[in-house]
């Protein structure tokens, strides 16, 4: 799963499914998750969900993202 995270880019990098972001990647704050068969996807449901909602703020327009965020 490929996705923006303008605000906590950074802090993500320490998780186990999260590779290390290189070059445009990293410079532009997207991340990577990539997960195993073993991996409990499920447990990660509502951080995964916070993670799609703010990148699709970042990127939506403005309307858009009020709607997502609960403000329209």
Request: negative net charge; aromatic residues 10%; contains cysteine.
């Amino acid at each position: 799963m490929i996705m923006t995270l303008p605000v906590s880019a950074e802090m993500v990098q320490d998780l186990k499914f999260m590779p290390e972001s290189r070059a445009w990647f990293r410079q532009h704050d997207w991340v990577i998750a990539r997960f195993g068969s073993e991996d409990d996807i499920l447990a990660h449901m509502p951080t995964l969900k916070a993670w799609m909602a703010q990148g699709c703020c970042a990127l939506a327009p403005k309307t858009f993202a009020c709607v997502v965020r609960g403000e329209a």
